[in-house]
C-alpha cells in the first residue's frame, strides 16, 4: 500500500500500521502455505518494508527481480538470496509481454521528506542493469509518482502517467 508513503503513519497516532509490508514469500503449493525468502523485513522498518512487485523469468524460474521503497533486487537461486541492483523508491515494475528480459521501472520523489527522485529506467537483462530513459519528466519538485504500461499491440510503445501532489494528474507521456 503506497497510498501513504512518507506521511508518517507511526508518528501520528492514526494506528495504521497496516500500511507496512514484510518483504517477499514465496509458496511451493500453490498458495496452501507461504515461506519468507531472503527477501524479508519487520514491520518495525516502516515504509522501508513495502514492495511494489516481484517477477519470475519464465525463461529461467529460478530468476527473480523484484521492486519496492528499498530498490530493485534479483535473485538467482529462487529468492534464498537477494543483491540489490538499484537503491532508489520504485513505484512501478513492469515486464515486456513479448521479451521477458525488458523490463521498466519507474521511481518516485517523496514532497514530505525531499526524498528521491522520479524517473524511469530500463533493463534488457532481466534487471541485471538498469539505465535511466530521458522522459523529460521533473525528477524532483513536481511528479511524486510515475505508473507505467506497456502497449500490447505493440510492446515498443511505453506510456507513463505522471502523478503530482496538488490535483493528481501532472502529465501523460509515451514514448
Known sequence: DYAYLD???????????SHYGMGVYKTSNGGDSWEPTGLTYQLTELDGSL???VFVNP?????????????????????QTWTTINDSLIRDLKMD????????????YLSNSNNGTAGIMKSTDFGANWTWLNTGIPTTGSVLRIEIAIAPSNSDHLYAIAVDSISGFYGLYTS
Not at 509481454?97 to 518516485?108: C, H, W
Open 97 to 108: 509481454p513479448n521479451n521477458p528480459n525488458i523490463l521498466y521501472a519507474s521511481s518516485g
Open 59 to 79: 525463461l529461467n524460474e529460478n530468476e527473480l527481480v523484484a521492486g519496492g521503497i528499498g530498490g530493485i533486487f534479483t535473485s538467482a537461486d529462487a529468492g
Open 7 to 17: 506521511s508518517g503513519l507511526d508518528l501520528d497516532d492514526r494506528k495504521r500500521h
Open 51 to 53: 514492495m511494489r512487485r
